[in-house]
């Protein structure tokens, strides 16, 4: 019963990198969506799809691309790293119409030097 | 004025304490309303949710909405040094066009000390 899973834990990039972190649900979820963290800013959405083929843009998309190829995944890539990028990353799923229970992975931290 | 607001705290209370944690909002259409528990290195879990105004019991753990006041609580009672963890509300809308906005506040750490 894995849920949300992402990888990595743990990254540390350089700027300008380029990374792509993943998060794969075995629930049949619809919904999946990635949030950042930050400390005094709390979650905020960068991206989110609501089934295969299909992705949208949050509140803070720029700098992060997705793409969603099958119900399962929704990797989210850094194009080119940047030090505002430093937070850590949620992925987080549920059906649709988004029941009230939203289902985060246990997060990736990102740090960009 | 932000849509969702919480104060990040931080709490420090003794076990047995009873513990009130409190969110305003702006947005009058949020119509569904969640308390998420977070402990320090994991990503949140569902704690409770509630729809319209109102109060909704679980154990240890009451949530209560006042949609006239746009004021949400949650309220743990005989608070045990496991329930350290930081508590984010968040709030639910369906937008016009279908498509569904959910608002975090930022979380308010609660430490309970033995």
């Known amino acids: 019963n894995a849920g949300v899973t992402q990888t990595p834990k743990f990254q540390v990039l350089k700027t300008g990198q380029s990374m792509t972190l993943q998060c794969a649900q075995d629930?049949?979820?619809?919904?999946m969506s990635w949030y950042r963290q930050d400390p005094g800013m709390g979650l905020r959405l960068i991206h989110y799809?609501?089934?295969?083929?299909?992705?949208d843009q949050g509140e803070v998309p720029n700098g992060y691309n997705v793409s969603r190829s099958t119900t399962e995944d929704f990797p989210l890539r850094l194009l080119s790293a940047a030090p505002s990028q430093t937070s850590v990353y949620f992925c987080?799923?549920?059906?649709?119409?988004?029941?009230?229970?939203?289902?985060f992975g246990e997060g990736s931290w990102l740090t960009v030097v | 004025q932000k849509e969702v607001e919480q104060d990040p705290g931080p709490l420090s209370v003794p076990e047995g304490a009873i513990v009130s944690l409190n969110c305003t909002y702006s947005?009058?259409?949020?119509?569904?309303f969640m308390w998420y528990r977070q402990y320090s290195r994991k990503g949140p879990e569902l704690l409770m949710y509630?729809?319209?105004?109102g109060n909704k019991e679980d154990g240890r753990f009451t949530a209560q909405v006042d949609k006239s006041s746009k004021y949400i609580s949650l309220f743990i009672r005989d608070s045990q040094p496991s329930d350290s963890a930081t508590y984010l509300c968040?709030?639910?809308?369906?937008?016009?066009?279908?498509?569904?906005?959910?608002?975090f506040g930022k979380g308010t750490k609660l430490t309970v000390n033995p």
């Open positions: 987080a799923s549920s059906y649709l119409p988004s029941g009230n229970t939203i289902y």
């Open positions: 629930m049949n979820h619809e919904y």
């Open positions: 799809s609501v089934g295969a083929g299909i992705t």
């Open positions: 947005n009058s259409a949020f119509q569904y």
């Open positions: 509630t729809y319209s105004s």
């Open positions: 968040a709030m639910r809308e369906t937008t016009q066009g279908g498509s569904e906005k959910l608002v």
